[in-house]
């Protein structure tokens, strides 16, 4: 899941006499488009999680080639990165973005269409194309339209979108499955997501031509280092890693340092556990545990709150023990590893027979996710000066490896084994990798410098 990079070198907080005038908050407005966005957007990304159980039976598709369709969107995903970055780029950010939101929900709508597996998968395929500007466009907004003071707040605020949509809406969705089928909740996603491109080419403005921002607050946000694409762009860089000075040379350089390679291997522990909610948990909750639709949303609203929870702890913990002169290398580390560690604990769930103990159990563990959820602030301590968007182009690489990987293995292991058994012991050993990852292999978190 990514997230704002923080420049400690940057303005954080703006003069005294802006800092107390009185101020418009359009700003507020704009975070809450992107958060409705963001957790639309996840949605069109999982709902095909929540339609698996009765869409493999009526395409016949057996466990290990829905891991392939669940992994195909993060192949096109990731493929189209660094294009979506320069399509924002050179068009901006409200045409970008809608065009983005009305063609994945356009995607969204097809899949309750299909008849075979050759056009689920071109629909898988063009939702990952569609929906990879997304993230970056999320971040050129937030250093356009907010100071450096608040982006860590905003950025969090639309980031917990991913977990709350799934949270909140998951009874709907399998109620609505439950009454008129799955391929009602490919329609009605993807049709909430058309209309709100509407909304948001409506309502979207650029701080400068927003009519609900007064000189206040357009000086507030420009005194903290906002207001310029440039700044903006640099955070959509750190998504996609497009950077100018990329070369197959420096990355080469950079991944022989155990900084990257140790926070990378990190970051694919946990989002090896997002994945698996993301994906694979609905067909667990009914298949291994033989739950009813209706049970099933109630019980999946549990983890994703925790998750919630979790992202939110685990930044503010670390906040909260380098404001006491904590090292950054105990402050930015220890909630990733204790996360980590805490997510393995999803083996458990193989040894219980209670239902209400398996989803304690799974909530602990995205509970735990979450609080690991904090890899992206270390790329920004860590990264070459002048090399920020290469680093975090590996690292989210890295990152988005896990939605390609992860499904295609449950998948494999569900369908050898016709159990989870196994799925839930890779799940838990991959995340113990991480956090061993971060014990022995990361060490000190400074800034790497490369030989010329």
């Known amino acids: 899941m990514p997230q704002s990079i923080q420049h400690p070198d940057a303005s954080a907080a703006p003069p005294k006499s802006v800092a107390t005038a009185r101020r418009s908050k359009a700003r507020y407005g704009i975070l809450a488009l992107l958060a409705i966005g963001t957790m639309i957007n996840y949605l069109d990304r999982t709902v095909l999680g929540i339609a698996a159980p009765q869409l493999t039976k009526e395409l016949g598709i057996s466990a290990a080639l829905m891991g392939v369709m669940f992994s195909a969107f993060s192949w096109s995903y990731v493929a189209s990165q660094i294009p979506g970055g320069l399509f924002l780029d050179r068009f901006g950010s409200k045409i970008t973005y809608y065009l983005s939101m009305t063609l994945w929900s356009c995607f969204t709508l097809a899949q309750g269409f299909v008849h075979n597996v050759g056009a689920l998968l071109a629909c898988r395929l063009g939702l990952g194309v569609t929906e990879a500007p ?5 971040s050129r907004i937030v250093a356009t339209w907010f100071p450096q003071s608040e982006r860590a707040m905003a950025t969090g605020t639309y980031t917990v979108g991913e977990y709350i949509g799934l949270a909140f809406f998951s009874p709907f969705l399998f109620a609505l499955m439950g009454a008129f089928g799955w391929r009602s909740l490919f329609w009605v996603v993807g049709g909430v997501g058309v209309v709100f491109g509407l909304v948001w080419w409506r309502f979207y403005r650029e701080p400068r031509d927003h009519p609900g921002a007064n000189a206040a607050e357009l000086e507030y946000i420009e005194a903290g280092g906002g207001l310029t694409h440039r700044k903006a762009s640099k955070e959509a860089t750190a998504a996609t890693g497009n950077n ?4 197959w040379r420096t990355i080469g350089q950079l991944l022989k340092h155990r900084q990257l390679t140790g926070i990378c291997l990190g970051q694919f522990a946990g989002n090896s556990t997002l994945v698996f909610f993301l994906t694979w948990f609905p067909t667990y909750l009914a298949t291994e545990r033989h739950m009813g639709w209706l049970k099933i949303g109630f019980f999946a609203i549990m983890p994703f709150i925790a998750a919630s929870i979790g992202v939110m702890f685990g930044g503010t ?14 402050a930015r580390k220890l909630p990733i590893i204790a996360g980590l560690l805490l997510a393995s604990t999803i083996i458990l769930a193989n040894y219980v027979e209670s239902n209400v103990t398996v989803i304690v ?3 602990v563990a995205f509970f735990a996710q979450g609080m690991a959820a904090l890899g992206w602030t270390l790329v920004s301590d860590i990264a070459p000066d ?11 690489f890295a990152a988005n490896l896990a939605g390609i990987v992860t499904p295609l293995v449950v998948g494999f292991i569900v369908s050898a084994t016709g159990s989870f058994v196994g799925a839930l012991v890779f799940i838990g050993v991959v995340a113990l990798i991480g956090a061993l990852s971060y014990i ?3 060490g000190d978190i400074k800034r ?3 030989r010329d």
């Open 440 to 442: 022995f292999i990361v």
């Open 134 to 138: 997304c993230f970056p466009t999320n």
């Open 448 to 450: 790497i410098v490369l």
């Open 361 to 363: 159990i799974l909530s």
């Open 317 to 330: 913990f670390s906040d909260w023990l380098l404001r006491r002169g904590v090292s950054a290398n105990v």
């Open 244 to 247: 100018g000075g990329f070369s």
């Open 386 to 396: 002048g090399l920020l968007g290469v680093t975090g182009g590996i690292f989210n």
